[in-house]
């Protein structure tokens, strides 16, 4: 809806996002895969920085700030909204199916992800690595490094699972079900924490979506002082 | 898109819900606004029954199931699908605002209750009071509910601060950040956790919103063992 009527050039879309955060990735993602344009602004979503806080008061990546020149400026916070933003305001490339049970199947695996992979596995592995690193939150706990890596391998397995039968997470095409599981295991895959030679379906999956032009900039992100894996930007990894 | 031709019966619609889970709340309210009818099965759900663990594989109400006679049955698992399904489906009461900002406003207070509410509130109370009564799970941790009750305290304020410039909380009319914000609310209002007295503004919007028919079924709720606050279902609080 409301689609405007030229397309937006970088300078009039900004996202403001954090490059090691699941969340903003799929934003980053879903941007690429539609070809649209932006500027980012980095943002070090612990400082509390207060122009950032005025624009989302939650204090969290991802913002995306759409300023048409002459049009409304919009700012949409929270990694959902924007991809519900994106798909009803650009829709011609779609990453949601159009059929009812398509569109929820997605979502039901949108939410495996974002609530589910996030609380079991990255609300640990991620707390205990990346998490305490850059707040200087002390050293990390390997007991919930190892309870996080055996949750991981739960959920690869039932990525297996579903890939054994399909191409793509929800079906036949890429969707925002991809994007959602693949931004939350390339953080992970950063650290080198991914275990692919155990899951030979899901690796294929993983190359073909780290294959595709709008997943180049995630392989570029580098944090200072947060080593990456060897095989992380690597495409035959 | 694919409305029925005919409004489905209540035998057509089953809604697999627990009373006090703030997510099944939100879509109970939801079918009320827009006149729905369905039938319902209370799922217990950390009990895993191998039927409901086959629906959603991630084992967590609400799930939504429609049968249309005739017609191809579609199962909807987690909340924000189910009203996104509802949403797409059911367009006659709209519960989205249609401009995009309006849809972005609702969203974001959407995410806000369900994450970062859920996380800070939710997370600690309703875990010490409810989760660990009804999994057996010991005795609630009081340095946890006196944290839950701080953090709930600036919840409030926020609310407080958007209600003294609107209405309803994403704008002029009701909409999914209200019934997603009364939905969390109101488990603890069972528990008779909600300081309406320092905050005005937020108890007549909350009394409003109580007021509504589609309010009326969560008023009656009761699980056994759980005592509820005196005056949770009373609409002059």
């Not at 344009?37 to 989302?56: C, D, K, T, Y």
Request: hydrophobic letters at 40%; glycine letters at 6%.
């Amino acid at each position: 809806m409301n689609a405007p009527q030229a397309p937006l050039s970088a300078a009039e879309r900004t996202l403001y996002h954090f490059p090691l955060d699941p969340f903003s990735r799929q934003v980053r993602l879903a941007l690429g895969e539609k070809r649209l344009l932006w500027q980012e602004v980095i943002e070090r979503f612990w400082e509390q920085r207060p122009e950032f806080m005025a624009l989302n008061p939650a204090g969290l990546p991802p913002v995306l700030v759409e300023e048409p020149i002459g049009g409304p400026i919009i700012a949409v916070c929270d990694a959902r909204a924007v991809l519900d933003h994106l798909e009803e305001t650009y829709p011609e490339t779609p990453l949601l199916p159009s059929d009812p049970a398509g569109r929820a199947e997605t979502r039901r695996l949108q939410a495996w992800f974002d609530r589910k992979f996030d609380f079991e596995v990255n609300g640990l592995l991620l707390h205990e690595k990346l998490e305490k690193r850059i707040t200087g939150g002390g050293s990390p706990d390997m007991q919930a490094i190892r309870s996080g890596w055996n949750a991981l391998r739960h959920h690869f397995a039932y990525l297996e699972h579903l890939l054994d039968m399909r191409d793509w997470l929800a079906g036949d095409r890429l969707s925002l079900a991809d994007i959602a599981a693949a931004s939350h295991i390339s953080v992970l895959d950063y650290f080198g924490d991914a275990p692919w030679r155990e899951f030979p379906a899901t690796k294929l999956w993983y190359s073909k979506i780290k294959s595709r032009p709008s997943f180049r900039s995630l392989l570029q992100d580098r944090w200072p002082g947060i080593p990456r894996s060897a095989h992380y930007d690597d495409l035959d990894f």
